[in-house]
């Protein structure tokens, strides 16, 4: 099993499509949501998406393709 | 007694066993290192700083790192010049203008501090091997200071990185560790390492050890101006955790009474990004403050991150301190690295020509009365960036190797006259 932590940050076009959700429905993965900031035209969420390597990584992979911005939960740190 | 009592969630509020991680397991926040500031209190001085070592480490009762009868891992960084800036002064309408002149660090960059506070930790901790992923200053870091340890070295970078930029960070013999991928997803392979290994990333697992080093940059500035914290600070913004710690250096020297009287008011701390990537100045301008994350495209890559860990705390202690976070143009980075150097002699990387862009900036649009006490924290050397400045000096035409044609082109420069101890020589006073 593998967990990543993840911050995904949503335009104004998705924030209020249930991006979420479908990544549960759609993939093998469990979503575990510990903090968020949405509004009506944007949002972020910080989250956990555990599953098999593969699966987490196409979830993630399906999010980056839908134009959520998907980003290691701490953030950029050096560069 | 201890004077580090556990690390805390900066979002929750959590408190967890000082170890090696760098996130609540609740809500995912950042974590900092929690002081029993009595005991440091006890401990510290003016007169115990000043009897220290000439580097961060006079300030070791402020840093996460327990030493007992230990040496920590020191190249002699820190405590580098703060420079009074009468010439840049002058032409920004600043008599009090300081130039914190960090290119002088052993590595030439500011990522000493930190490095040296985190290498010590985790060799306290019985790490054996050190590690970043960093295209940069911190990988230079990084590799001198596992080598100094005598730890390995891990740096990871991605495999299209220019030799030149990987030269300096190899020279120490670490470990190179070249990805196929992006500089985004060599990070995030990092994070996932972290819980496979049990290594120190420094800018990962022991990054609230790692950045303590940061404060030492405002302690440093107080002690040089008198045990006075100045009126303003502008700083570089990439991650913005640096900006968060000067903040935290600022509250503890007020409140263990470092500093007092009038040097004893928080200053005003002012961030500098460059607006090729500016995320923080954006979030600034905006009422939520929200930071939305940005593609860098600038010259200053030292400080490019589109997605800054630290990017909302920057802008609320802005805020609260009455300081702004502002952005500059590629052009006028380039031009505020040539006016640090040929007012004050000082050569800075391209992200000091942000920090140099937006003091000018600010300074420009009648932002300080002219006696207040600005510093500038310059973070970096501008020989790691020198080829963003070729082809901007204009160099004469050659001429040839006699005296008049140097005469011929220089014309009345070159009439030089008999100045004191060299004299010119007359025919009263030449030997015969």
């Known amino acids: ?79 | 007694m201890s004077r580090i009592l556990s690390l805390q969630c900066r979002e929750c509020g959590t408190e967890i066993p000082v170890s090696p991680t760098h996130v609540c397991d609740l809500c995912f926040g950042p974590l900092d290192v929690r002081y029993d500031y009595a005991e440091v209190a006890r401990r510290v001085s003016r007169e115990s700083i000043s009897a220290g070592p000439p580097s961060i480490w006079r300030y070791r009762e402020l840093l996460p790192v327990e030493l007992d009868d230990d040496e920590p891992v020191t190249l002699g960084e820190g405590f580098t010049p703060l420079v009074h800036a009468p010439n840049l002064g002058e032409v920004l309408g600043l008599r009090n203008l300081y130039i914190k002149n960090d290119t002088m660090n052993p590595t030439n960059s500011f990522k000493d501090r930190v490095v040296s506070v985190a290498v010590s930790w985790a060799r306290r901790q019985g790490f054996e091997t050190i590690a970043c992923a960093s295209t940069g200053n911190l990988a230079n870091a990084v590799a001198a200071y596992a080598a100094r340890a005598g730890l390995r070295g891990y740096v990871f970078i991605p495999a299209n990185l220019e030799e030149a930029k990987v030269a300096t960070t190899a020279v120490f013999r670490p470990t190179m560790v070249r990805i196929n991928g992006n500089y985004d997803e060599v990070n995030r392979l990092c994070t996932e390492l972290v819980d496979l290994l049990d290594w120190a990333f420094c800018n990962i697992n022991i990054r609230p050890f790692y950045s303590e080093g940061s404060k030492t940059l405002t302690y440093e500035t107080a002690e040089q101006l008198g045990w006075r914290l100045p009126d303003e600070i502008v700083i570089p913004i990439a991650s913005g955790c640096q900006f968060v710690k000067h903040h935290r250096a600022a509250r503890e020297l007020i409140d263990l009474g470092l500093v007092t009287g009038s040097g004893a008011a928080m200053p005003r701390l002012t961030g500098a990004q460059a607006l090729g990537c500016s995320p923080v100045a954006a979030a600034f301008q905006r009422a939520d403050g929200h930071v939305v994350p940005v593609r860098p495209d600038t010259i200053a890559k030292s400080i490019a991150i589109g997605n800054p860990s630290d990017g909302g705390y920057v802008v609320r202690i802005a805020r609260s301190t009455g300081g702004v976070v502002d952005c500059v143009t590629e052009e006028e980075i380039l031009e505020g690295m040539e006016l640090l150097a040929r007012t004050e002699g000082i050569f800075t990387e391209t992200a000091g020509g942000v920090t140099v862009g937006v003091l000018a900036k600010l300074a420009r649009a009648g932002r300080w009365r002219h006696d207040e006490t600005v510093v500038a924290y310059i973070t970096g050397h501008g020989l790691k960036t020198a080829e963003v400045l070729n082809g901007r000096s204009q160099l004469e035409e050659a001429i040839p190797p006699s005296v008049r044609a140097f005469r011929e082109r220089f014309g009345a420069a070159a009439e030089v006259p008999a100045v004191a101890g060299r004299r010119v020589p007359t025919a009263a006073t030449t030997p015969a």
């Open chain 1, 1 to 79: 099993m593998a967990r990543r932590r993840v911050r995904l940050t949503f335009s104004p076009r998705l924030v209020t499509e249930p991006v979420i959700h479908q990544l549960g429905s759609r993939f093998a993965v469990v979503t575990n949501i510990r903090r968020a900031d949405v509004t009506r035209d944007e949002g972020w969420v910080v989250l956990e998406v555990e599953g098999e390597p593969d699966d987490v990584e196409r979830a993630l992979g399906w999010c980056s393709e839908l134009g959520v911005r998907v980003d290691p939960v701490e953030g950029e740190l050096a560069t």
